[in-house]
């Protein structure tokens, strides 16, 4: 996407990150699949020799928060005496293009910390140490809207 484009759109979102086997996770999935929600974003991770999974997740419609679907993962965690973590995370809805990932690790890697970057439908999924700056810093390049 060149300077001259109009910009991607940045939606704030709840991320969930936990630990859980592949069978507590399997459950923790059925749940929130249950109650109507779809994951959006997903990463994991094998640790441990692969005996437990690190798992960062963004629920919901594709394009919006919903406080609904954020209560449905909780529940879902919660039924599964999973101990997480609930973070605003960044959403930019995207269209696949060449370069858009280098290009918002870019603009941000001097200016804040990205603890996490991963992609989900159409999207890439931010965890950085300042959302506030990393807003303004997308949008002075051209990047969101």
Do not use: C
Not at 12 to 36: H, K, P
Not at 91 to 111: C, E, K, S, T
């Amino acid at each position: 996407m060149s300077s001259k484009t109009k910009g991607f759109t940045a939606v704030l979102r709840q991320e969930f990150s936990f630990y859980a086997t592949d069978e507590v996770l399997d459950t923790i999935l059925e749940n929130i699949a249950a109650g109507g929600v779809s994951v959006i974003a997903f990463t994991i991770t094998k640790m441990d020799m692969g005996s437990v999974n690190f798992v960062q997740m963004v629920v919901g419609p594709l394009t919006s928060n919903s406080s609904l679907a954020n209560m449905i993962a909780r529940d879902a965690l919660h039924s599964a005496g999973v101990r997480f973590h609930q973070k605003e995370v960044i959403q930019i809805i995207i269209a696949p293009a060449p370069g858009i990932l280098r290009r918002v690790l870019h603009a941000l890697f001097h200016h804040v910390v990205v603890i996490a970057a991963y992609s989900g439908i159409n999207s890439i999924i931010l965890n950085v140490s300042d959302i506030e700056a990393a807003l303004q810093i997308l949008r002075k390049n051209n990047i969101i809207e």
